[in-house]
Nanobody
Framework: QVQLVESGGGLVQAGGSLRLSCAASGRTFKDDAMGWFRQAPGKEREFVAAITWSGSNTYGADSVKGRFTISRDNAKNTVYLQMNSLKPEDTAVYYC????????????????WGQGTQVTVSS
């Protein structure tokens, strides 16, 4: 059974930083892309960033470019999201997900999802 467990969320002031982690288990994730999405109250789930299995290719939403960095450690089956210069509009539940089909910004193509971690940015 595949499990994705996010951690690292919390409350931070605007301009601050957080590092999210997502530990994956339950299958071999070779060749799988991994992504981060977020969902604010009353809004649809939106793409944040994604990374290929090798880590050689990453893809980020325009709203986070230059501020957020996605990375992964395949030895630990873990993907990270380093978030700097946080803004109140970054407040959301952040989810990680696995896509066996490759890197994508579309949540519907992702096969497995974590339960999410809350990130709250105060002004």
């Amino acid at each position: 059974q595949v499990q994705l467990v996010e951690s690292g969320g919390g409350l931070v002031q605007a301009g601050g930083s957080l590092r999210l982690s997502c530990a994956a288990s339950g299958r071999t994730f070779k060749d799988d892309a991994m992504g981060w999405f977020r969902q604010a109250p009353g809004k649809e789930r939106e793409f944040v960033a994604a990374i290929t299995w090798s880590g050689s290719n990453t893809y980020g939403a325009d709203s986070v470019k230059g501020r957020f960095t996605i990375s992964r450690d395949n030895a630990k089956n873990t993907v990270y999201l380093q978030m700097n210069s946080l803004k109140p509009e970054d407040t959301a539940v952040y989810y990680c997900a696995v896509n066996r089909g490759g890197i994508s910004r579309y949540p519907r193509v992702y096969d497995f999802w974590g339960q999410g971690t809350q990130v709250t940015v105060s002004s």
